[in-house]
């Protein structure tokens, strides 16, 4: 079993439309981060979330983290083929360094 | 900064032979590197852990004598799939994690190893 679901498993949408993926658990994690990875690449960080209830803003991507730290969101506006892409979620439960991977969501934005 | 590398990028080798993939943080000290295998259209799954100058912590399930790993200096660690099977066939990703800042991870670009 998975410890952060994530939802949905794939999003096809076309250019300049939004996108919301998420990530949920029963845990209570000490930060949450959100990486993006492309084929044959390894993931790339896009952000950290710390405090329950923070949203951070990179450009079109909006994140927020629960305020029971126990899910998340990333929402994209306008997307772009620019953002297609594997989407995970990674959390860390707090003095393990090591990080729980959702399944990923895969967004493919269309031209 | 945060950059990490990954060498080789792809290996082919043959069924029985050992392959080493090497992981390096190039513009900050890594006191913590991790192992992630990743197969075709699933996340990462994470290997081991290890911290410079002691012994890798491993997953349950992980093979440590089948999967070697060295944690030599702040800047590299390095993994060995010894007597590789076709089954060993994947990708595996390294990341590592800076002093003061160990919720983070910064992942290298991976490594497709193949055996035949």
């Known amino acids: 079993t998975q410890l952060l679901e994530q939802s949905p498993q794939f999003l096809s949408i076309q250019e300049g439309e939004n996108l919301t993926v998420y990530c949920n658990s029963s845990s209570v994690f000490s930060s949450l981060q959100w990486y993006r990875q492309e084929p044959g690449e390894g993931p790339v960080l896009l952000v950290t979330v710390v405090t329950g209830g923070e949203v951070k803003k990179l450009k079109r991507l909006t994140f927020q983290f629960g305020d029971a730290r126990k899910d998340s969101s990333l929402h994209i506006t306008a997307a772009q083929p620019g953002d297609t892409g594997l989407y995970l979620c990674?959390?860390?439960?707090?003095?393990?360094?090591?990080?729980?991977f959702g399944a990923g969501t895969t967004v493919t934005v269309r031209a | 900064g945060a950059v990490v590398s990954q060498h080789p990028s792809w290996v082919i080798c043959k069924s029985g032979t050992s392959v080493k993939i090497e992981c390096r943080s190039l513009?900050?000290?890594?006191?913590?590197m991790f192992w992630y295998r990743q197969f075709p259209k699933q996340s990462l799954m994470l290997m081991a852990t290890?911290?410079?100058?002691?012994?890798?912590?491993?997953e349950q399930g992980v093979e440590k004598d089948k999967f070697l790993i060295n944690h030599a200096s702040l800047t590299l660690s390095t993994l060995t799939v010894t007597s590789a099977h076709p089954e060993d066939s994947s990708f595996y990703i390294c990341?590592?994690?800076?002093?003061?800042?160990?919720?983070?991870?910064?992942f290298g670009p991976g490594t497709r190893l193949t055996v035949l």
């Open positions: 513009d900050f000290q890594a006191t913590t």
């Open positions: 990341s590592a994690s800076r002093e003061y800042s160990y919720n983070e991870q910064f």
């Open positions: 990674a959390g860390s439960l707090g003095g393990d360094y090591k990080l729980s």
């Open positions: 290890s911290n410079e100058g002691s012994k890798a912590t491993y």
